[in-house]
């Protein structure tokens, strides 16, 4: 079956840099777009940043535009977030998704299979 394993996370100070990795099996990896969506306590799931099939065309939300960078690496269907100058405000938990298709959409309920989370704290 399809599963994502979310790596990486940590506590950090803020200023500081962090990079998670979603791990895919059970899928063939070149057919999905990939996205990084998060979750503050108390606050609705959000889009973070998403990458095509090809890992050629990237999408990122403003807050995080210009510090945050994602990546795909299909030979090891694998997915990155580079995430520096990490502010306070980043902290949540941070899922991996995957959509079959061409589109990179915001909207989460447009995934298909999502990973269990992994937790980023950032400390002032």
């Known amino acids: 079956q399809v599963q994502l394993v979310e790596s990486g996370g940590g506590v950090v100070q803020a200023g500081g840099a962090l990079k998670l990795s979603c791990a895919a099996s059970?899928?063939?990896?070149?057919?999905?777009?990939t996205a990084w969506f998060r979750q503050a306590p108390g606050k609705e799931r959000e889009f973070v940043a998403a990458?095509?099939?090809?890992?050629?065309?990237?999408y990122s939300e403003d807050s995080v535009s210009g510090r945050f960078t994602i990546s795909k690496d299909n030979a090891k269907n694998t997915v990155y977030l580079q995430m520096n100058s990490l502010k306070t405000e980043d902290t949540a938990v941070y899922y991996c998704?995957?959509?079959?298709?061409?589109?990179?959409?915001?909207?989460?309920?447009?995934?298909?299979?999502w990973g269990q989370g992994t937790q980023v704290t950032v400390s002032s």
């Open positions: 990458v095509k099939w090809n890992g050629l065309s990237t």
């Open positions: 059970g899928l063939t990896f070149t057919l999905y777009t």
């Open positions: 998704a995957v959509k079959r298709g061409l589109l990179m959409p915001m909207g989460g309920s447009e995934y298909d299979y």
